[in-house]
């Protein structure tokens, strides 16, 4: 599935600006300018809500900006654009508005494999399932040759979506499977030098685990596929299930070093920051339990990645982090540090 986009950086303009420089744009409004407009009013709303508030201004207002654009008798915009706006409002949780800039997209480049496996990730959260098999039928015509990573990535979530959420007998079921095991090698033999392509077909073995593992390790070990973040990441996982926790730690190391070149897709960092801080709390315990001293040091590292990891998790890992962390405190004696403000705040609260 798509990467998730948060927009922390962005200098918002004031809404109201903003609504006005797109009242005052050109009568033609282009897929960019529009794209540009509307991320103003999401990092309005994302704002709001890290007050558990609402901004139904600027709510309003991207609504209609979307609407606008998509109303419109012509475009003006590539295809990359209309993805990229797509991908800005679905990533934010906007998957109708994402799927409304898809049907103009498609409508003006029908053919666009990026787009047609754009619409079954955003189409199926909103449940246009008509619209989301349409495009799929349309994405099986063309040559597998030409599908990018997109394709297949998307392709093999949308099956499992389907699989497990709308599937309603076990024949249906067992197709969708079926369907998603061809696409995941289709994957790896199309785009050999993708890491994509082992994850997904590593990702058929989960209940064979040291045959996932093997092929993980086939992934990370190959030259010619470079950096191999999302990889690492499922290594890590596999391993930490197991309780091999310096073997996981360092897969996270891996992973998180291979992301830094990551533009598009990747891994979640944040989770991936939380994960070594538990391998390294159950690491410590060990070390108690055979009797090793604890050292201040590795507390304190442990530590500072739950409060990395707090840049961006849910309720679900922020209580966790809670309770490991005053657990820590209680057990080791070594406080959180005064410059650790987001871990200081969770704990206090």
């Known amino acids: ?47 709001a809500e890290r007050y558990n508030e609402d901004n139904p201004v600027a709510r309003e207002s991207l609504y209609e900006t979307v609407a606008e654009l998509t109303g419109q008798q012509t475009q003006v915009g590539n295809s990359d654009q209309f993805h990229n706006f797509a991908a800005t409002l679905g990533g934010n949780g906007f998957d109708n ?22 619409y079954l990730i955003y189409g199926i959260d909103c449940e246009r399932l008509d619209q989301c098999a349409a495009h799929f039928a349309t994405l099986e ?77 086939d992934a990370l070990s190959n030259e010619l596929l470079g950096s191999c973040p999302t990889c690492a990441f499922e290594k890590a996982e596999l391993l930490f299930k ?14 998180l070093e291979d992301s830094i070149n990551q533009t598009q897709g990747g891994v979640k960092e944040n989770y991936l920051l939380f994960l070594r801080g538990l391998c390294d709390y159950a690491l410590l315990l060990q070390g108690v339990r055979a009797g090793t001293p604890i050292k201040e ?3 304190l590292g442990i530590y500072a990645d739950f409060n990395k990891a707090l840049r961006e998790l849910d309720e679900n890992y922020r209580a966790k982090i809670r309770i490991r962390t005053q657990d820590l405190v209680e057990g080791t004696k070594v406080q959180v540090p005064d410059d650790l403000e987001r871990l200081l705040e969770l704990i206090e609260f």
């Open 97 to 118: 508005l994402a799927c409304d800039v898809l049907d103009c997209g498609l409508a003006r480049f029908p053919m666009n494999v990026d787009l047609l496996a754009d």
């Open 242 to 255: 197991q309780k091999k926790y310096e073997e996981a730690h360092e897969a996270i190391d891996r992973s």
């Open 141 to 217: 015509s063309i040559e597998q040759s030409e599908w990018t990573w997109r394709c297949f990535a998307f392709g093999i979530a949308y099956m499992n979506r389907l699989r497990d959420c709308f599937a309603t007998t076990a024949e249906e079921r067992n197709r969708y499977k079926k369907k998603a095991a061809e696409l995941a090698r289709a994957y790896k033999r199309h785009l050999p030098y993708e890491e994509g392509g082992y994850r997904e077909t590593a990702k058929l073995m989960a209940k064979k685990p040291d045959a996932m593992l093997k092929l993980l390790n």
């Open 297 to 299: 040091e590795s507390v």
């Open 1 to 47: 599935m798509a990467k998730k986009v948060t927009i922390t950086d962005y200098e918002s303009p004031n809404t109201e600006e903003t609504k006005e420089a797109g009242k005052k744009s050109s009568a033609m409004l282009s897929v960019k300018q529009a794209a540009n407009i509307c991320q103003g009013y999401i990092f309005e709303i994302k704002r």
